[in-house]
Structures are given as C-alpha cells and as structure tokens.
C-alpha cells in the first residue's frame, strides 16, 4: 500500500510540473525575439558575407543578409565586409556603409543598413583603322582614358594585349536611396608614332556593358610623287619621312616615281626625296587621305642656276660699257 501511495504521489507531482512547463514554453516561443540587422547590397550580390564576432551572414539570390548582433555599439567598426569570389567578368570591391550604425544601446526593432561596393570589370581592348583594319598593340605607345568621375586612367599597347580591370559601377546617394549607378569613359589620347590619333572624347566606352572595346584609329593613306623642282618631270628612287616622335621611314617609288603609304597615324612630318639632286626636307601634315607632290632640286637645276649665274656674270662688263659709251655721248652733247 505504501508504495503504491509513493508512486501515485509521484505521477501526480510529474503532472503538476508538466502543466506548469507547458504554458512557460508557450510563453518563451511567443515573445518577442532579438532585433535583427537586415544588410542589403548595392548593387545585389549574391554571396558577400558579413562577419561579426562569432557569426557570420551571406547575401541570398536577393542580395540580402541578416544577422542578430549579441552587441549593437560600434558595429560599423566591428562588422567585417567580404566581397563573393571574382566572377568571370566581375569583381568587387567593399565601398561604404549607408543607413544607421551607431547605437548607444540595443534598438527595439529591425535595422535595415545597405553595403554599397564598387564594381570592377574585365574589360578587353583592341585597334582598327579607318577601314576597320586591326591595329597591331605594338604600334600603340599609349592610351588615355578618363572615366566619370574625372579620374585618368593610362596603359600601354603591351598592357592592353591582355584584358584590364576598369571600375564600372559606383554606389551614390539618391533622394530615394543608394543607387548602383554605371561608370562610363571616354578615350582621351591614343599615341602613335609620337601623334594622337584619335579626337578627345570623342569615342566612350561603359565597362558594365560591353566587355570589349575597339578604339578607331585615325591612320591615313598619302601618296607621294616626286618631281624635278624646275622642269617638272618625274624624278627620285625614294620618300623618307621623318614621324613625329622623330623616327624614320623609307618608302621605295615605283616606275613612276610614285608610292603609296598606308595607314599613317595623323599627325607633322618631314618628307625628303632620295634621288640625283640636293634632298630638301618639306613639312607634311597628314589630316586626310591625300596625294603630294615633292619636289627635288636635281643636278640639271643646279646647272641650269649655275649657267644662269655665268651668263650673267659674264654679261655685267659688256653692260657696264655700255652704259659708259652712252654717258659719254650724253656730255659730248
């Protein structure tokens, strides 16, 4: 009997405390919990993480994460930002945080902050002609470009054999809120040869859409002819041009002492004829697809000169004696 008293005694205190646990659990669940920082990136990116203390979030499809700090006081210090693995095309790069921050102590309710990040690009980069011909890199020495925000950006032909990293997209603050907004670029200067080639601004490029660049080259097609400077008929076995960063060409004529130049970069130079006479350098300015005449003082017309000069040297005594017969004959009147 005693024991049987003993157990009903114990189901009845196992009882009581099961009804009591019962609504105490009901209870927990239904209170409220802790406040939540809800993270949204600019522009959305599927991956960044944020870490604080012992924990960590990762943005979802949404771009969004969220995390439930044990501490909200100094949080911008605290949270470490890292960017999702470099894309293909794409990498970025953290930027600055917008929204609230700071707390002196923990908010009664969720915070909403946004993580802006700078966005970069693979951006590849070739040369064409007027003709849509290929440039070789190699004949590049340089290329400058500014972006949107006034920054210059400068390569080599050599570095653009291979593709670059360009910013492509800010985050800037809206009446609205942040906004990803695209960077754009203009080219600015292409040297060839010691000349630009290309008009300022003239030609722009946006990293976030496109994912190659083809800058037009403004290269030229002259043709030279060499001529006699005195009688006019053809003369000459070549052209030698010197570029505008001083370097020098030599261009053979053909039978009729012609030659065509293809795809010079616009710009000054120097042309001299090679041929039987004194080569004279003639400034040549090459804006347009043009055809010059140069000219070559040859060895006929210097003795054609030289015999002009003799005539007359040998006619000033002849001359000078008749004028003295005439003032003679003047005061004999």
């Known amino acids: 009997m005693r024991r049987a008293a003993r157990r009903l005694a114990g189901a009845a205190l196992l009882a009581a405390a099961l009804t009591t646990a019962v609504p105490a659990a009901a209870a927990a669940q239904s209170a409220p919990g802790r406040p939540t920082l809800v993270i949204r990136t600019s522009p959305e990116l599927p991956g960044a993480t944020f870490v604080l203390g012992g924990q960590s979030a990762t943005a979802g499809p949404d771009g969004t994460a969220r995390m439930a700090p044990g501490s909200w006081v100094d949080l911008r210090a605290k949270i470490k930002v890292v960017p999702p693995p470099v894309a293909a095309r794409q990498r970025a790069r953290f930027s600055r945080w917008f929204g609230q921050l700071e707390f002196s102590h923990t908010p009664r309710r969720d915070v909403v902050v946004t993580a802006g990040f700078d966005i970069d690009y693979r951006s590849s980069m070739s040369f064409i002609d007027l003709e849509n011909d290929p440039v070789d890199h190699a004949k590049v020495s340089s290329v400058e470009m500014k972006d949107a925000t006034g920054v210059f950006h400068r390569f080599t032909g050599e570095q653009l054999r291979r593709p670059v990293w360009l910013w492509g997209t800010r985050v800037v603050t809206l009446q609205s809120g942040p906004y990803a907004k695209p960077i754009y670029y203009t080219v600015q200067r292409v040297t060839v040869g010691g000349a630009n080639v290309v008009n300022e601004a003239q030609q ?130």
């Open 204 to 333: 722009r490029y946006e990293p976030e859409k496109a994912a190659a660049l083809k800058v037009q080259l403004l290269f030229y097609r002259a043709t030279f002819e060499a001529r006699d400077a005195v009688f006019g008929f053809r003369v000459g076995s070549a052209v030698r041009l010197r570029y505008p960063d001083g370097q020098h060409g030599r261009f053979p004529l053909d039978a009729r002492h012609e030659v065509v130049v293809d795809s010079l970069p616009r710009g000054e130079y120097d042309a001299t004829i090679e041929g039987p006479g004194i080569p004279v350098s003639a400034p040549v300015s090459i804006t347009r697809p043009q055809r010059l005449t140069l000219k070559l003082v040859t060895w006929l017309d210097l003795a054609l000169v030289l015999a002009v000069g003799a005539a007359f040297l040998a006619g000033l005594p002849l001359l000078r004696r008749r004028l003295r017969r005439r003032a003679t004959a003047e005061q004999q009147e």
